[in-house]
């Protein structure tokens, strides 16, 4: 299997996407295509003494920065690491493909290079989450700031075909995003999303309110773009609140101090159920071959994450599952 | 001062509100008029040896349910305590109303009976809380799921109102809740709002992310009433989350259970801080007279609470502020 990654992207490239592809290689038996420019990149394998087995190198000589327009990657910088790479994937030189670089254009690349599966009417960003019993799966985290109905019900097949092929969930269920758990609860978007949910085959439990969201009460919560944006990132936010908060309990004095080193081993790993880099990235949702977004301030072992998801989607086959979940719809549509 | 109060709203009606009222007359240094079916409160006052100094009963013989029309607060339940309460309010018969009953009719009650401060299109539902250093305001927490760019403008000037005079928050800094910082971020609804903010004479410092909300960057946070939904019960709902994994991680073995019980005070402490029974209870901003929205499990406590925010709102005369900020905008505009 090989696996594609844009050895420019995010924060810490090219050094971070190299180091994190040879870490890859090594414990995950796949083959790397790394897409940058060349002498960068020699650069960052001099310095990081990357071992370079089972990593083939491609040439991109541009970089499409966090702060430029999406669609850039199209026409003013066809030559970027990412347009590259998504060539590369929608030519079959590879079996998915891992970016920390921007979403916006990644995104682009994804529907207009690589192209969507057939149906699909956008791709979408789709998380998982950890919880007390078992991940969830939120979606769409921000591709489609603006969805209609009907873009939210693709979400809830797609995030339901990943929460079955790759995360393993058995007839997974799925909850729309509201601010109550009535059926006339919502703005016009849920309030005609519900139905069709209802209507769409799928393990559809209903609405799930905020409180409920985190407690993994679904195994897919679908909302528009915008909200999912909001639910992660304050999710992040109010953890990060958390742990200032316990850090600052913990050096009161010399007591809880001694209870704090007792306990340091336990808030390690707490802190790190809730670290994007244990969870490796983002699967774009919707896409004829697999992507997977990494966190743009992505370390080695984010990147090797976000490879280990990229296989997994390789393995099950997740946009065929997609493909499937929608042929299926189709059928009953028709009946 | 007198404050008004909603006997028979919330899930531990009348006995929690009664119980409130009387903590709030003992320390709080206010008269209360209870509202509700006098039989049932002369029970639970019996039950709860309720000290009766300073309150006064006024009967009303229904009640609106959590699960009834919030309109049917005009024509259906005009003798419901709620609607006997807001008349009280109207006819100043009372210096400000707290209810811990159906929200939606508190709103319309609010709205209509009470009446809106002139110039506000839409009231709205503030909520302060909690935060490392300084406590943060949200609005609208839910009263409008969906809102217009001129009502956010309006949230904005009520929320900063309000920390400006009840919190004492100087020259309150505004922000809009947003999928991302820059200026081109959101749905159509932010990216009107934005300049529009901008031009308030507002302390307006742009957007903020998710994971900025919970560390108070900003001492206003605006939003459409269902994003505000959504933050307000996804705070609570990860720091149940949060709460519950601490609590696993105390009780694994001997040395994490004496770790804890070194911790207890101080793990109850930090709970203490993201329990609404502390915070009392949401304003309901944009009303003539201060209205105050408790928690539908209020206890005692929380009801008392929710009576300090009320005579605090009294105090310092929260409608007049809105009023002027108001003015001032318009004065702003004709220039």
Redesign the interface.
């Known amino acids: 299997m090989k696996i594609i990654i844009d050895a420019m992207g995010g924060d810490n490239a090219p050094l971070a996407p190299l180091e994190g592809a040879a870490l890859a290689v090594r414990e995950l038996d796949v083959q790397v295509t790394a897409v940058g420019d060349k002498e960068k990149m020699a650069v960052a394998i001099r310095q990081g003494e990357i071992p370079m087995e089972g990593i083939e190198l491609v040439h991109a000589s541009e970089v499409i920065g966090m702060e430029e327009e999406a669609t850039d990657i199209l026409k003013k910088k066809p030559d970027s690491s990412l347009a590259v790479a998504c060539k590369l994937l929608a030519e079959g030189k590879g079996d998915a493909l891992v970016s920390a670089g921007s979403t916006g254009a990644l995104l682009v690349g994804g529907t207009l290079i690589v192209g969507r599966i057939k149906g699909i009417k956008r791709p979408a960003i789709g998380t998982v989450l950890p ?2 019993e078992k991940p969830w799966l939120l979606i769409d985290c ?1 591709a489609n ?2 969805s209609r109905a009907e873009m939210l019900v693709q979400f809830a097949f797609m995030g339901a075909a990943y929460q079955e092929k790759v995360m393993g969930v058995q007839n997974p269920s799925v909850a729309l ?1 509201n ?2 758990t009535e059926e006339t ?4 978007l849920q309030l005609e999303a519900f139905p069709m949910l209802q209507k769409s085959g799928l393990n559809f439990i209903g609405n799930i ?7 993994a009460v679904a195994d897919v919560v679908v909302c528009d ?3 999912g ?14 742990s ?3 850090k ?3 050096y ?1 004095n010399t ?2 101090k ?3 080193a ?2 340091k081993d ?2 390690d790993e ?1 802190k790190k ?1 809730f670290d994007y880099k244990e969870y490796g990235g983002a699967p774009l949702l919707g896409i004829k071959s697999p992507v997977i977004k990494a966190h743009g301030s992505s370390d080695a072992l984010a990147i090797k994450n976000a490879v280990r998801q990229a296989k997994r989607c390789v393995e099950n086959d997740v946009s065929k599952a997609i493909e499937s979940y929608l042929a299926a719809q189709k059928e009953k549509e028709k009946k």
């Open positions: 919880s007390l921000g700031a603006e995003a601010n109550g609860k919502g703005t016009a309110e905020g409180r409920d969201i985190p407690m773009g915008f909200t944006n909001i639910i992660l990132k304050l999710t992040e936010g109010v953890a990060k609140l958390f200032a908060m316990i600052q309990m913990f009161k007591k809880t001694l209870a704090g007792v306990m336990d808030l707490f159920s």
